[in-house]
């Protein structure tokens, strides 16, 4: 089966993928809910934020191709950068739930042996299993923008240079994150507390711990980015025509 030629990019069955889309947040939310129902405490309800934030650049990157099939030849390259920059902006949201597992890491188990059984042992596995759900589906949900965007940069441009930006972006992202989880900043502040945050950010480029999370991470979602790629390219397999 060949590849679809660039300019004929669409979104297949939107709804189905809408369809899909909502039921695994859903499942997310589910389990969030019944985790409160168990524990009796909404002290994990800071995943549903994040992933909701997670949201955000799959939104923006739909925005963006919407935008780009319409053929506003005048405004597509200028929109184009625009919205590549706005997507940038909120991109680490979608992979950050995963550095949440530090609060596990420091929880640990109610006991000494790893495979000792008993409730409140479970109520960890639960969280394990439940934010494992949360960062894969936000974490997918990143890389499905990262290949919208992907397309776009490579139909307005060249592919060479849509490659350098998909890895920029992936790079530029794991040191989001790095903001996030260890300066506590978040896309929102680049908006409301601008100075501040682009100041911490110059600040901390070249910290030897910035660019140790950023080189492991960044080789994370570059690594994710290329499988989903790969597999989106050539191992989907052609419907027969009835």
């Given at each position: ?104 890491i420091r929880q640990g188990l109610n006991s ?95 910290a030897p711990d910035a660019l140790a999370f ?11 980015y290329f499988f989903v790629y790969v597999f ?11």
């Amino acid at each position: 089966m060949g590849a679809w030629p660039m300019s004929e990019m669409r979104l297949n069955t939107p709804l189905k993928s809408l369809l899909l889309l909502v039921l695994a947040l859903s499942i997310c939310l589910g389990l969030l809910g019944l985790r409160y129902l168990f524990h009796r405490h909404a002290d994990q309800s800071f995943l549903a934020w994040n992933l909701f934030l997670g949201l955000i650049p799959l939104l923006v990157s739909f925005v963006a191709l919407l935008i780009e099939r319409q053929n506003w030849k005048l405004f597509r390259k200028t929109t184009l950068v625009f919205f590549s920059v706005l997507w940038l902006v909120f991109f680490p949201n979608s992979s950050y739930i995963f550095t949440d597992f530090i609060h596990l890491i420091r929880q640990g188990l109610n006991s000494d042996n790893p495979n000792a059984r008993g409730w409140a042992n479970m109520l960890v596995w639960f969280d394990v299993i439940m934010r494992s759900l949360f960062a894969f589906v936000g974490h997918f949900m990143g890389l499905a923008s990262l290949y919208v965007m992907h397309h776009l940069w490579k139909k307005e441009g060249s592919r060479r240079m849509a490659w350098i930006l998909v890895g920029f972006s992936c790079w530029a992202a794991a040191y989001g994150v790095f903001m996030g989880r260890f300066l506590r900043w978040s896309s929102w502040h680049l908006f409301t507390h601008p100075q501040a945050a682009l100041t911490d950010i110059v600040v901390n480029l070249a910290a030897p711990d910035a660019l140790a999370f950023s080189f492991i991470f960044g080789t994370f979602l570059a690594v994710s980015y290329f499988f989903v790629y790969v597999f989106k390219k050539h191992l989907f397999i052609a419907k027969e025509p009835s």
